[in-house]
């Protein structure tokens, strides 16, 4: 099976993922910042496609991560996803991308049973979710996942840039402290749970906060 | 790339409506819109991030109903275009990425275009009750009014040479509209409400301002003042709602009909008269009228009227295709392809303040 995923709720990342390749990763892409997604994102997935000699007709289904992240980056994501699904005629799956670098977590020596992931979600809140994590086992959502401040997380070691962010009020993973949530794992994450029967989401975004428009008051009448 | 009747597919997501048409040279085949206003009207006004969640949501079925309206498949458009500007940011993003994604998946070309020239580019579709073609008279003006912008133009080149002869300095007309329409308790969108209103009030019952029309602004035709031709709504909005306040402060009735009748006469007299200076001024001997506030009556009555007396002739296009819509978008596309000019390639980043003078964007 051969998958296209895409995040882009912090980072802009694609990957093309295989359960026949080695490692299971065939071609991948991501970029630093958080900002130029429009740009970066189409570009990257046409490069990535060429040079792994892979078109349309060739990708099995494609995977997205749904969030949470910044409004903006987070639909870039979505509606290239989407706008790709729906002319190559094939099924998309969304996927918490916090669930990335849980994966990541989980196939590194820094693991352990019970851990957070946490994102930035500015204005100075984190978004995050909590994992479980048993031996030869994808790490499992317990919890989340959530938008709030920093000092209101569980006391539990939490990996991602949104700890490492807020390193005064959390326990952050040093090696971990600058992570975010990367297509690559996304992708592997989605094989590995296809291929034993697992449903994913749909493409829904998990904004997780509403927009912030208030509706107006009645006028104050003078006097 | 067939550039002498190209079949273009358009997307548009600048405001609040997702729009995807499709026309094939100046034939318009497929014109699909899907409106988040209902959305908005508890909010007065349109809210960026609801505008931009709703575009999410109905990119896919409005691109797959316009191309079921039209007739035709993916595999048989010649180019893309989309448009990367002027707008709100987050409501642009998801219509040049989908746009983007629609170029990679199908190896189509792309044009990033101007939002502001494509409302002009509508006035080349070939009329569709006599399915004749239209050209552009040179050296056209276009006054455009809607709730997202104000603007006068010249129009030298429709693909290559559109100059700003004026625009609103603050709020476009049709905000100043929704703003008044709420003081006024009338409801959203302001436009059609005081429309409707004024039509029973006396638009001589009260003087509301005219902004920038004093002589230090106007100057002289010789010596143009810094604002010529530009608009200013921010202060009538001020000046009806402290019009408001007096009659309540003197515990009367407020006039509503005639306040909505003046304002609307404050907007369409200043709009219209410096329209018509511009064009004076310029030797531009047709005008087209666009934007959604090309739907006010007495907006195209009074318009209609100066441009006659000044020897101007008006075009107003359909309604329909005066609003935001992906046909314009398709229809500007079209005339670029046409006209030889490149594709914009898909590493553009959209731009919300995109100036009209940048009709396409280069590779
Ligand atoms: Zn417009």
Redesign the interface.
Known sequence: MLILAIDTSAVASAALVSDDAPESVIASFATADTRSHAEVLAPGIEAMLSEAGVSGADIDALVVGVGPGPFTGLRSGIATARTLAFVWGKPLHGLVSLDAVALQVAESTAAVPEFLVVTDARRKEVYWARYSLADGQLPLLQDGPHVSVAAELPDLPAFGAGAGLYGDVVEAHPEFAAEQPDALYLGQSALARLASGEALLDSTPLYLRESDAQVPGPRKRAL | MNRTQPLVLGIESSCDETGVGVVRGTTLLANTVSSSMDEHV???GV?P??A??A??DA??PT??QALADAGVR?ADVDAIAVTSGPGL??AL??G???A???????GKPLYAINHLVAHVGVGLLDDRATGKNQDLPANLGALLVSGGHTEILRINSITSDVELLGATIDDAAGEAYDKVA??L?LGYPGGPAIDKVARNGNPKAIRFPRGLTQPKYMGTADEPGPHRYDWSFSGLKTAVARC???F??RGEEIPVADIAAAFQEAVVDVISSKAVLACREHGIKDVLLGGGVAANSRLRELTGQRCASAGIRLHVPPLDLCTDNGAMVAALGAQLVMAGVEPSG?????DSSLPVTSVSLPA
Do not use: D, W
């Open positions: 508890r909010f007065g809210i991030e609801i931009s969640r575009h999410l990119f896919v691109l797959e993916l940011a987050g993003m998801v040049v990425c989908a983007k994604a629609l170029a990679v998946a199908t709420r003081i308790g408001v306040e007096q309540e402060a898909i590493g553009f980043a959209p």
